[in-house]
T-cell receptor
Framework: AQKITQTQPGMFVQEKEAVTLDCTYDTSDPSYGLFWYKQPSSGEMIFLIYQGSYDQQNATEGRYSLNFQKARKSANLVISASQLGDSAMYFCAMRDVLFNKFYFGSGTKLNVKP | DAGVTQSPTHLIKTRGQQVTLRCSPKSGHDTVSWYQQALGQGPQFIFQYYEEEERQRGNFPDRFSGHQFPNYSSELNVNALLLGDSALYLC???????????FGSGTQLSVL
């Protein structure tokens, strides 16, 4: 069964510093997708970054990068140069390619301090 | 180009009542999924609609049902509401080729 684990309920980071949010996953499927979403207090889930299971390079999107270690089944999100607006919940998710279902972790609440 | 829209934004019901939540997908998207997000947890998959049929279902009782219309919009119905149904209900749409989900802002349901 597919499972996503986020072991950091909360994280603090100083403004302008980098932070890593951890995510591990479990699946027996050879093909899957890994996603990170940001959820501000407004509730909407905002897509940040995507990594395919067959992608050789780590994904990057602006200040976001995904540290994909397939053998360890980890997909950590790195946010560089943190901003106050980055304070939010962050969810790691895995897409079951066959059924197009998404499985989400329990999230990490990031607080950026000025 | 409007994104995913959901209505209402907030809803208060009492136990035993029935509720209908509505969702309009992003333009060009034909697949709609519904997720339940309890306080402090990640979203849980309820079901997915494509071509007006329920294609996939998560571990939710039959009290949860849905519908998709020819214009791809969707409804989520919950019968015989329980206190534990209180949650944020998120609708997400995706394009025909699959890929990432685009979410609405959700409907916050409170069951008293």
């Amino acid at each position: 069964a597919q499972k996503i684990t986020q072991t950091q309920p909360g994280m603090f980071v100083q403004e302008k510093e980098a932070v890593t949010l951890d995510c591990t996953y479990d699946t027996s499927d050879p093909s899957y997708g890994l996603f990170w979403y940001k959820q501000p207090s407004s509730g909407e889930m905002i897509f940040l970054i995507y990594q395919g299971s067959y992608d050789q390079q780590n994904a990057t999107e602006g200040r976001y990068s995904l540290n994909f270690q397939k053998a360890r089944k980890s997909a950590n999100l790195v946010i560089s140069a943190s901003q106050l607006g980055d304070s939010a919940m962050y969810f790691c998710a895995m897409r079951d390619v066959l059924f197009n279902k998404f499985y989400f972790g329990s999230g990490t609440k990031l607080n950026v301090k000025p | 180009d409007a994104g995913v829209t959901q209505s209402p934004t907030h809803l208060i019901k009492t136990r035993g009542q029935q509720v209908t939540l509505r969702c309009s997908p992003k333009s060009g998207h034909d697949t709609v999924s519904w997720y339940q997000q309890a306080l402090g947890q990640g979203p849980q998959f309820i079901f997915q609609y494509y071509e007006e049929e329920e294609r996939q279902r998560g571990n939710f009782p039959d009290r949860f049902s849905g519908h998709q219309f020819p214009n791809y919009s969707s409804e989520l119905n919950v019968n015989a509401l329980l206190l534990g149904d209180s949650a944020l209900y998120l609708c997400a749409s995706s394009p025909p080729a699959g890929g990432k989900l685009f979410f609405g802002s959700g409907t916050q349901l409170s069951v008293l």
